[in-house]
């Protein structure tokens, strides 16, 4: 077989995207159409930018999920292939079986593995991370920012305090210092998941109980539930059988989390739940004057369904665009992990190992690091359209 021509190499890599195509089609279609009924996120499609940085993200959402199901790669991420290091893209495989694809579209790399494939794989090393730490760094941020704006006085000082004095170190090397070998062999990252990872539990009965407590039989049935159930998940979450905190039996420890995602997982959650606690402290401390406070606090409300139910609502606005960068940031900052070989497994296909591995020949071979440096750096775009077209929209309101 010969080599394929550049444009060969497009029109096969946009058949093996076929299925995210369709799955975008179809999300951004139905999304149009009932757009009247979807909020803010309707809005959206009132945006050109927003709806440019919303099929971005949407893209390699799609990607992630198809490609962790093997619809989309071409070859094992990990699989190297003799004779096919560093080859350039378009390279007939050497060796192929009729059940093989025929084809390295974007080449191999140093160590024979399909640039593609890993291309593909590594959004999901970002999808399974990014967003979830970013949404438990909020979960920290709502739950000590609200009361820290309402009340006011020495809780209020502690705690800005605290974030101030996390916010005083550079996010990189705070985050880099978190994940080096010596840190994460004292435990601490173990310890501090323990900490953070109740504060969703917190959020979640909190905002039941403020909502029902005039309903006592429903709210208890409700808050049972979700401290049995999110409990369980919060000790096999933190739970290590060979680390530093064998919480759970192993007939009960629901999942295993890999020390490298944990640790990065918390670094996440630590670096940015400061930023988040500032953004809500400050919103309450506007907030809280309104008028539609005082009338709740005349109703004889209580104050945390005054922050939850009132404040709250009013502040989504700059906390979902927040939300949208600081998943960007995220993703830089697992990218930067990454290209510094700290925080995932060596062999993991993430975007920055990928262009680490890549760089070391980039002046001869470049095929290796441009794609997943375009993929982080289209990502990234895409979030920051997407966080423009909300801030446009929410200010409308």
């Avoid at 497009?10 to 139905?30: D, E, N, T, Y």
């Avoid at 940015?272 to 401390?285: D, E």
């Avoid at 690091?369 to 409308?396: F, H, M, Q, W, Y």
Wanted: with cysteine; proline share 6%.
């Amino acid at each position: 077989m010969e080599a394929l021509s550049g444009l060969e190499i497009a029109l096969r890599m946009m058949i093996q995207f076929v299925p995210v195509w369709i799955a975008l089609a179809i999300a951004l279609g139905l999304s149009w159409h009932y757009k009247r009924r979807l909020g803010l996120y309707g809005k959206l499609f009132d945006s050109g930018i927003g709806v440019i940085g919303l099929s971005i993200v949407f893209f390699w959402i799609f990607t992630a999920v198809f490609g962790l199901f093997d619809l989309i790669v071409t070859h094992d991420a990990l699989k190297q292939v003799s004779g096919m290091k560093n080859k350039v893209p378009g390279t007939p495989l050497r060796g192929a079986t009729e059940a093989d694809y025929g084809y390295y579209l974007l080449g191999g790399d140093n160590l024979a593995r399909d640039v593609f494939s890993r291309m593909i794989k590594g959004s999901w090393e970002v999808v399974k991370i990014a967003p979830l730490a970013t949404i438990f760094a909020f979960m920290v941020g709502i739950v000590l920012g609200l009361p820290a704006g309402y009340y006011g006085g020495k809780f209020d000082t502690v705690l800005s305090f605290l974030a101030n004095l996390i916010l005083a170190f550079p996010v990189i090397l705070l985050f880099y210092l978190l994940v080096t070998p010596e840190i994460v062999e004292t435990g601490l990252p173990s310890y501090m998941a323990v900490v953070l990872f109740l504060f969703p539990i917190i959020f979640v009965v909190v905002l039941l109980n403020s909502r029902f407590h005039t309903q006592p039989s429903k709210r208890n049935v409700m808050v049972a539930i979700t401290i049995v159930s999110m409990g369980w998940l919060y000790l096999s979450l933190v739970s290590d059988q060979s680390g530093a905190l064998p919480i759970l039996p192993s007939w009960l420890d629901g999942f295993d989390v890999p020390g490298g995602i944990l640790v990065v997982f918390v670094s996440v959650v630590f670096v940015n739940a400061p930023t988040v606690f500032r953004i809500v402290r400050g919103q309450t401390l506007d907030l809280k004057s309104r008028d539609y406070v005082a009338a709740a606090q005349t109703r004889g409300e209580r104050p945390w369904y005054i922050m939850l139910w009132e404040i709250l609502p009013n502040a989504r606005g700059p906390l979902i665009v927040d939300f949208c960068l600081r998943i960007g940031y995220t993703t830089i900052l697992l990218g930067t992990l990454g290209f510094f070989g700290l925080g995932l497994p060596p062999e993991s296909p993430d975007w920055g190992s990928t262009i680490n591995d890549g760089r070391k020949l980039l002046s001869i071979y470049p095929h290796p690091a441009l794609p997943p440096a375009i993929a982080l750096l289209s990502l990234v775009l895409g979030l920051n359209l997407l966080a423009d077209g909300l801030r446009e929209e929410s200010l409308k309101d």
